[in-house]
């Protein structure tokens, strides 16, 4: 029977073999990709490791041992300590590798039987290396949560869901998937979390000592779409600016993000008491609302604002349409033209609308609208046409990084309801194998 550390000496191994003889500095790029791959496999390995032995060390040192704890008896507080001590960290994070371990550990019945892990399909995912703690902790925390309101079957399914997808992303967009996930699992849940964050939702500005205006401020998801999009939509436009100058050689070194929101508001609020005129320059700031249209008559179900994470209910939705806020999805009528060859070289405001409610975002990184423009598939200079299915949204850095590294894009279907696919470079992927593109790699997807 084998070790459950094997596996681990076998990454270590490979790491080793492909590790340079002289020094990583200056390694091949083929090199430094494989070993930052096998860097990654031993990392997720030994937080399996990891987490089996804080389980271990936990048991052995639970409080109704008293003084033949096995963290007492080795002169600490608690198995916390203990952890946190011998392996460099915090108790925090010694806490979660012990969370982690005591839900994907087989357990004992006292009748001595061995039955499964309480997470079966998070143990079996951190035991093979395919995700690690931090993944683990975002799932179980979520599940955990959900236990006394879900089925138990149901839960069951939707962990195997999460943990497969999971895997290849960072915990900034799992934590995407696992919003939506919490959302779909319990959709009753969603209007009393909406009333919670509007009885949290504040602004502060005041003036300090030196007279500079100090503005503080949290808001529930609706609300803050309007101010999020906008602002965004408004860097993006600066940040283009600036490449642009910058091409010409004559750009100004780029302004901090956080002084460019600044400046962002204040020409918003500038805006609102000297001018008259709706500014259409800004595509992006537009706040898109999707929901099906049979959950939006029933009143059932959540629906979902574009560049915002949290799901919100349907007493959201419809407010928000009656106040405006929604624009519907019934694109190419009154007389709007979805598609114009090469007749136009810029898409329309139609197109775009359309656009945005296919792709959701950048399709390359899940970027929000606003800091994503429409970029021709294939490029007006080189023959490609101002159609729907010849347009995406990508953000700056993925768009350099589709054209400049040999990725493509293929869109299959029509409308706002086709699958955009992102396909990878040889040197990648020599299978080419297409991935989704971001919305949906980002939605929860569960099996049908």
Known sequence: MSSPID?????VTAL??????????????????????????????????????????????????GASSLAKQQGHRNATTMLATTL??????????????????????????????RHRYVAAAVEAGRIGRDAAVAIIHLLDSLDDRVAFDVLDEAERTLVEQAVGLDLLLLRKVLLRAEAHLDPDGVEPKEEDLRAR???????????????KGLFDPAR?????????????????????????GNGLPPRPIPEMQADALIAVCEHYTGCDRV??????????????????????????????DQPVSIGTVR????????????????????????????????????????????????????????HHLSWWCHGGKTDLDNGCLLCDSCHHLVHDHGWEIRVD??????????????????????????RRRFDYRPAA
């Open 201 to 215: 939702t504040f602004l502060s500005v005041r003036q300090e000592s030196t007279g500079a205006i100090a503005v």
């Open 279 to 308: 500014d259409e320059s800004l595509p992006g700031a537009t706040v898109i609302v999707r929901v099906n249209l049979e959950d939006l008559q029933s009143g059932t179900g959540v629906g979902l604002i574009d560049g915002i």
């Open 88 to 117: 460099g960290t915090s108790t925090s994070e010694a806490a979660r590798l012990v969370e982690v371990g005591e839900a994907t550990a087989p357990r004992l019945l006292l009748t001595g039987e061995a039955v499964p892990a």
């Open 16 to 65: 080793s073999a492909v590790w340079p003889d002289a020094s990583v500095e200056g390694c091949e790029p083929g090199r430094l990709v494989e070993l930052n791959r096998l860097l990654g496999q031993a990392r997720r390995l030994l937080d399996a490791a990891a987490v089996r032995v804080a389980a271990e060390v936990a048991r052995q040192s639970r409080p109704e041992l």
């Open 224 to 248: 803050g779409a309007v101010l999020l999009n906008l602002i965004q939509a408004m860097v993006t436009a600066e940040l283009g600016e600036q490449r642009d100058e910058g091409t010409k």
């Open 319 to 374: 407010r928000m349409a009656a106040s405006g806020g929604v624009i519907p999805w019934v694109m190419g009528g009154d007389s709007e033209i979805l598609d114009w060859g090469r007749a136009k070289r810029l898409f329309t405001p139609a197109q775009k609308r359309a656009i945005t409610a296919r792709d959701g975002g950048c399709i390359g990184c899940g970027a929000p609208p606003g800091r994503s423009k429409v």
């Open 7 to 11: 596996p681990l000496a076998d990454a």
């Open 413 to 438: 279907g029509p409308g706002t309801d086709a699958a955009v696919w992102l396909i990878p470079p040889p040197h990648i992927d020599p299978a080419r194998v297409p991935r989704p593109a971001a």
